[in-house]
């Protein structure tokens, strides 16, 4: 059987599932070799050539990402990271999952966006084309960084260490290396982040710039990208020298969390309209046919699961938003603790930070989907219904919830803007600052915050209505 191609046409699911069924081994085309090789070498020359700090290429990681690490250990930070974030628990991941992982790791790495040897994508390639699977365990992914435990387990074999299954057996992956003659893949630097990434304050702008955000092939997070590009345009505060390497996830991840509650918006919106201009009575009359139909339109599962959906869209942007609210009173990078001047003396937004923790996790509750709770009616001929008004009532709730914790940031960073004078944002967003606070002062010293807070909800509520 011919070997598929891999090379840099968009790979639809059906193609990925059917070539998965196929059992053609995969090799890399000669376009994407190329990509890959071009991208590993500007890496190379670019820490040649610099002495910058670029994050898990040449720092530690995470909380970690300002330490600078020597370039005689640039090997061995790649190698302790996969070592350190195999922590993996619970049942195992079936082999025919593995598989797709495999697949699907060397696809992301063949776009030639991440600095990879092409002999570390061969490898994993090697793996896949004769069902060598790493073991990997269900437990321990956050889904954020990364799926980070089980793609460490997935690569650690790359380095000849952990376990994998080779003809129905499990082997320590360096007796399987040995069977094959294969030498464990030295890293490089960055190779063991790429493998393990798969799916400030004052803000950097480059996690909203174009190419990163258009590779993720999301559309929702390249509109939030370019929306959040424009809305900063000009600002000061947003251009000037930084001295973290990355931001926390609530800021730098914007696009992505955003985009993809903006994706579900618009997904509901259609649905919404599709039931605006349809018919949902019974029975249904065609008099053109000469028929009377009584069937199933009245049934609101289709509003049902779309405000379960939206739900959780839509709360997923407050939790977010409690996040960066919290960031911002957390006393670091030159802001006072809980944004008050005498801090101890004079609590600041300590307690908006807690209401907000309050009402997201409220939310959370409230996302619990009506849509899978039926309940047998009318001695069993309504024997399947959508909940779908319960569904809109919680969808309500979460809506105003939002409402409130997004107002919330909107006081806590106004409070935080001013004491980041003389540095100046864009023009819109000081306009925006501006109109607000004509409604919501300055807090120089602890007051009722809830006469603040309610003031600071009546001013987001009036920009919705415009």
Known sequence: MEPFLLNEDHLTLSAFDALIKSERKVILGDAVVSKVNICYKYLQEKLRSNEDLIYGVNTGFGSLCNTKISESDLTRLQENLIRSHACGLGERVPDFLVKRMLLLKVI????????????????????????????????????????????????????????????????????????????????????????????????????????????????????????????????TMASQPKEHVQDPYSFRCIPQVHGASLDAINYASQIFENEINAVTDNPTIFPETDEIVSAGNFHGQPLAITMDFLAIAVAELASISERRIYKLISGTRGLPPFLISNSG???????????????????????????????????????????????????????????????????????????????????????????????VKFVSEDANASIAMNQSIRFVKSKLKD
């Open 345 to 439: 003396l004079n609590s600041g937004f300590m307690i908006v930070q807690y209401t907000c923790a309050s009402i997201v996790s409220q939310n959370k509750q409230l996302c619990t989907p009506a849509s899978v709770d039926t309940i047998d009616s009318s001695q069993g001929q309504e024997d399947h219904v959508s909940m779908g008004a319960n569904a809109a009532t919680k969808l309500f709730r979460v809506v105003e919830n939002s409402i409130s914790v997004i107002s919330m940031e909107i006081f806590t960073a106004a409070q935080a803007f001013e004491f980041r004078q003389p540095c100046h944002s864009s023009v819109e967003v000081t306009k925006l600052f501006e109109g607000f606070r004509e409604q």
């Open 108 to 235: 992301g790495l063949s776009k030639g966006h991440s600095g990879v040897q092409v002999e570390t994508v061969n490898r994993l390639l090697f793996f896949y084309n004769h069902n060598i699977f790493p073991l990997v365990y269900q437990q321990g992914s956050l889904g954020a960084s990364g799926d980070l435990a089980p793609l460490a387990h997935l690569c650690l074999p790359l380095i000849g260490e952990g376990e994998v299954v080779f003809e129905g057996k499990v082997h320590p992956s360096s007796d399987v290396n040995e069977k094959f003659n294969l030498s464990p893949i030295e890293l490089r630097a960055k190779e063991g982040l790429a493998l393990l990434n798969g799916t400030q304050y004052d803000g950097r702008l480059s996690p909203f710039q174009s190419n990163v955000n258009e590779i993720r092939k999301q559309k929702g997070q390249v509109e939030i990208a370019r929306q959040f590009l424009t809305l900063l345009e000009g600002s």
